[in-house]
């Protein structure tokens, strides 16, 4: 357990921001199977914000459930990025993040996300302006710097805690690397042995014995994962369970199975159809890793037409007598899933 000024962070495990995943749906889900401290929305546009854009606005929506939550926010105008966190502060969130970590084309060509890791003076306005601008808990996350000859990490650091900044997320590998090799977990290490903040560490947890190992090594306050989670719903829940000594209990193939439909077809009630069907078929995909059969089923998940026609594929998919007999997923390409997922990750994020 760690705090954010009066924020509780109990459990230590974070859900991090996954842009085009982690909405109000996934995170209610995965915090209803418990072991998650603190959630993160996915990144939030300020110039949609302020421009009072309704698809933008609603990446903000989060329900009391879900608390401890933080809204992220992104942007490079230090005046848009403090009247966006004075209203995520009037929407009740109990935390507002910036990110200085997205790596992605499209923000990083906007000047936001990590390409603010490379203009410390307007990263100091924006820290000022936003501090001035809220009361509640101000936090960022950054990755280790633009490239590995540039990694400036611990000086983000101080200039954050200089100006008010409370917490930092980092995630262990820099923009130029996207999601490619191992995180460096030294840097994290390195930043948290510098910190007078709380750090959460990000990057390659995957499983409970990588969160236990991440905590070892760098002495994180709170470990944060995100891609793991994708495809593992239960893996925040599984880390706390293996960090508090109990059993890790494997998930079963029919406990999954109603946890698929069931988050796919709260998607579909709640969603409009053209953006519910592109979603239902990210989320669909991802969660059917892992399981026997996955692959087939994500190619008819991907040939469906409608949010009603993939919702069949899936009922049907899951049926026991349709299991039996199903050969395993094959290895996952790490590399292709990497490509796929930093193309898309901000694709939704304005």
């Not at 008010?164 to 995630?171: K, T």
């Not at 706390?240 to 698929?260: I, M, S, W």
């Amino acid at each position: 357990m760690f705090r954010i000024r009066d924020v509780q962070i109990d459990p230590p495990l974070i859900l991090a921001p996954v842009a085009g995943h982690t909405d109000t749906l996934f995170r209610q889900a995965v915090k209803g199977l418990g072991g998650c401290g603190l959630v993160v929305s996915e990144l939030v546009s300020t110039e949609g914000m302020t421009r009072q854009l309704e698809r933008t606005l609603h990446l903000t929506r989060f329900e009391d459930s879900e608390r401890p939550v933080s809204i992220q926010i992104f942007g490079s105008d230090p005046e848009r990025m403090a009247a966006s966190a004075a209203m995520v502060e009037q929407m009740g969130a109990d935390i507002v993040d910036i990110n200085l970590g997205c790596p992605v084309k499209k923000v990083v060509k906007q000047g936001g996300g990590s390409n603010l890791l490379k203009d410390l003076p307007l990263l100091e306005c924006i820290f000022k302006a936003v501090r001035a601008a809220v009361t509640i808990p101000l936090t960022i996350k950054i990755r280790t710097g633009w490239d590995r000859n540039s990694i400036n990490a611990v000086d983000v650091l101080k200039l954050a805690e200089d100006r008010g900044v409370e917490a930092l997320a980092i995630h262990g590998r820099t923009r130029c690397d996207m999601f490619s090799g191992r995180a460096d977990w030294s840097v994290i290490a390195r930043v948290k042995e510098n910190a007078g903040i709380p750090i959460m560490g990000n990057g390659d947890v995957l499983t409970p014995s990588d969160a236990e190992q991440m905590f070892r090594e760098t002495g994180v306050d709170g470990v944060m994962m995100g891609r793991g989670v994708l495809s593992n719903p239960w893996l925040i829940r599984q880390c706390y369970d293996h960090l508090q000594g109990a059993r890790v209990v494997p998930v079963t193939l029919e406990e999954k199975a109603a946890f698929v439909i069931t988050f796919l077809r709260r998607v579909q009630a709640e969603i409009p159809a053209p953006v519910a069907i592109g979603k239902m078929k990210k989320m669909g995909g991802y969660l059917s890793k892992g399981i026997p059969g996955g692959a087939q089923l994500r190619e008819r998940i991907h040939a469906a037409r409608s949010c009603d026609e993939l919702l069949r594929v899936v009922e049907e998919f899951f049926r026991p007598e349709n299991l039996a007999g199903c050969a395993g997923d094959p290895p996952e390409d790490s590399d292709s899933e990497q490509e796929e997922f930093s193309e898309f990750s901000c694709r939704h994020s304005s």
